[in-house]
């Protein structure tokens, strides 16, 4: 018991986006934090940068930024933020965004 406190979400190794979706549900619900991360051959396909924004997880696994699509990720995570900080949405977690949740 309490063995684990966060889940690393592969998109594409858990089945479904629901899947993905539910999840994270679950994983929010136990009081754990959720990072999702790209898989070893990954794409230019930024889309698990605007999942990590729609789940709110505040974490993303791509590694150095040092191929294009890794790139791609980091990218799209500024145009989202740009577009939620014209907004005045954008709220800077800082170290709270480690803390356990309740």
């Not at 994983?27 to 990590?52: C, N, P, Y």
């Not at 890794?70 to 989202?80: D, E, T, V």
Request: charged content about 25%; aromatic content about 6%.
């Amino acid at each position: 018991k309490n063995a684990c406190n966060a889940l690393l979400l592969k998109v594409n190794q858990i089945g479904t986006v629901t899947e993905s979706v539910q999840a994270q549900a679950d994983a929010f619900a136990a009081g754990w934090h959720t990072m999702v991360s790209h898989r070893s051959g990954e794409t230019e396909d930024s889309f698990i940068a605007d999942l990590v924004v729609a789940l709110g997880t505040g974490q993303i696994k791509t590694g150095a930024p040092c191929r294009s699509e890794r790139n791609s990720k980091y990218n799209q995570l500024l145009r989202i933020a740009e577009d939620l900080r014209s907004r005045g949405e954008v709220k800077y977690a800082g170290a709270s965004a480690f803390e356990p949740r309740k």
